[in-house]
């Protein structure tokens, strides 16, 4: 569930930190009533940059894909990688 706090909720940092840990979700902090700051745990920061990393590989295959570009079987790969570092 989205969490959106007023500003001066950000004083009491504990709950504050607490909130961002157990929720795994950005909160919203607002002032004067319009959107300020986002705040979350590194974990969550972690999670957000790895999964906006993938798409933008994604898009990347993708727009490969539509261009016409030559393609890797993936087989070959799998077995270059076995022969390089093994297992």
Same mark, same amino acid.
């Given at each position: 569930?989205?969490?959106?706090?007023?500003?001066?909720?950000?004083?009491?940092?504990?709950?504050?930190? #607490? &909130?961002? =840990?157990?929720?795994?979700?950005?909160?919203?902090?607002? /002032?004067?009533?319009?959107?300020?700051? $986002?705040?979350? @745990?590194?974990?969550?920061?972690?999670?957000?940059?790895?999964?906006?990393?993938?798409?933008? #590989? &994604?898009? =990347?295959?993708?727009?490969?894909?539509?261009?016409?570009? /030559?393609?890797?079987?993936?087989?070959? $790969?799998?077995? @270059?990688?076995?022969?390089?570092?093994?297992?």
């Amino acid at each position: 569930m989205i969490e959106i706090r007023p500003i001066k909720d950000l004083r009491d940092t504990t709950e504050i930190s #607490k &909130l961002c =840990e157990e929720s795994k979700e950005p909160i919203y902090i607002t /002032k004067n009533g319009y959107g300020h700051l $986002v705040v979350m @745990s590194m974990e969550t920061y972690k999670d957000k940059l790895a999964k906006a990393d993938l798409y933008e #590989k &994604l898009a =990347e295959a993708e727009n490969q894909i539509n261009n016409g570009e /030559k393609l890797l079987d993936a087989e070959a $790969v799998f077995e @270059s990688l076995k022969d390089r570092y093994g297992k």
